[in-house]
Nanobody, 119 residues
Framework: QVQFVESGGGLVQPGGSLRLSCAAS????????MGWYRQAPGKQRELVAT???????DYADSVKGRFAIARDNTKNTVFLQMNSLKPEDTAVYYC?????????????WGQGTQVTVSS
């Protein structure tokens, strides 16, 4: 079993900032990449940002220069600092984990946290 504790979503005005955090736990042998995806109403889930356990990052073009992902490997926690938020950033943000367990390696998803950017 893999558990996630996500926090930091909410309502913010355009141009504002939010910080998401996600702590993963469970019977996990290796934590590989962690990150965030998002899904807006009527759209497919899309990559926001990921970070490997070695610190390599990957960002969607739409968030480069505005969002920053970081990770605390001692706490198996990933953070997403979101600045200069736009209405088009409104979505449910899902924590992502690529993990190795005794049953094998696969992707895991958090329950999601709502981010709404509106005046």
């Amino acid at each position: 079993q893999v558990q996630f504790v996500e926090s930091g979503g909410g309502l913010v005005q355009p141009g504002g900032s939010l910080r998401l955090s996600c702590a993963a736990s469970g019977s996990i042998i290796i934590f590989y990449a962690m990150g965030w995806y998002r899904q807006a109403p009527g759209k497919q889930r899309e990559l926001v940002a990921t970070i490997t356990n070695g610190g390599r990052t990957d960002y969607a073009d739409s968030v480069k220069g505005r969002f920053a992902i970081a990770r605390d490997n001692t706490k198996n926690t990933v953070f997403l600092q979101m600045n200069s938020l736009k209405p088009e950033d409104t979505a449910v943000y899902y924590c992502y984990l690529d993990a190795q367990r005794l049953t094998g390696r696969r992707d895991y998803w958090g329950q999601g946290t709502q981010v709404t950017v509106s005046s």
